[in-house]
């Protein structure tokens, strides 16, 4: 059967290129030979650049450890908060929304030294990421004087923060304490006015005991 076969494309060969299968088979094999030569000296810059990104970034994956588990820091102050920007590789990278912080340990790439969002890390930028602004006045958690839009912007970054983003802590924020000390103000005014207010009648009590002593007294 393989015989019969062979006999076949022989003839084959020989009826419509005029070769013999030797021949034929060697200008074959030289044809792909002379393609693979002439393909590589005009091939595209493309592909060696798209050749060494990959294996970069299969370096990079291999060099780089993996992403420690978030680790819960408490209550902490702005200037504690900085402490976590990037800049010491050894510490998670924190970034915080509306007095919560979070871990973007996992997005460096983004919030890390030299990403496009680096100075959000280690700060409360709310009111930066609201108007969108890379200002450093804007690098605040004070978000007085905002805007519909602009609120429902951070509500955004916030709801996408909560679902992508362990928490970790909150930031304390001193400049809210004043706020805290005019709630209880009332409270202390009520009490004062409420002595103020009883100690006339005392005042006038006892006036009207004395009263009648100094009538007998000009009597006698």
Do not use: C
């Amino acid at each position: 059967m393989a015989l019969h076969l062979w006999q076949t494309l022989k003839e084959a060969i020989h009826a419509y290129t005029g070769l013999s299968p030797v021949v034929f088979f060697t200008a074959l094999a030289l044809a792909f030979a002379i393609y693979q030569v002439v393909s590589g000296w005009f091939a595209s810059p493309f592909v060696d650049v798209r050749r060494n990104q990959r294996a970069r970034s299969l370096a990079q994956e291999e060099e780089e450890p993996p992403i420690p588990q978030p680790v819960q820091v408490g209550e902490i102050t702005e200037d504690e908060l900085k402490q976590y920007d990037g800049s010491d590789p050894q510490k998670p990278l924190l970034m915080a929304i509306k007095h919560q912080i979070y871990d973007v340990t996992q997005s460096r790439m983004f919030y890390g030294p030299g990403g496009p969002y680096a100075l959000f890390a280690g700060r409360d930028a709310s009111r930066a990421l609201a108007k969108m602004s890379f200002e450093e006045k804007d690098l605040t958690w004070d978000i007085s004087g905002l805007g519909p839009f602009e609120l429902e912007a951070l509500q955004d970054w916030e709801y996408k923060f909560m679902s992508k983003y362990a928490k970790v802590g909150t930031v304390k924020v001193t400049g809210s304490e004043p706020e805290i000390a005019s709630v209880s103000e009332p409270v202390e005014t009520g009490d004062r006015d409420a002595h103020e207010t009883t100690t006339p009648e005392k005042t006038v009590v006892e006036k009207s005991d004395e009263a009648p002593a100094e009538s007998d007294l000009k009597k006698e």
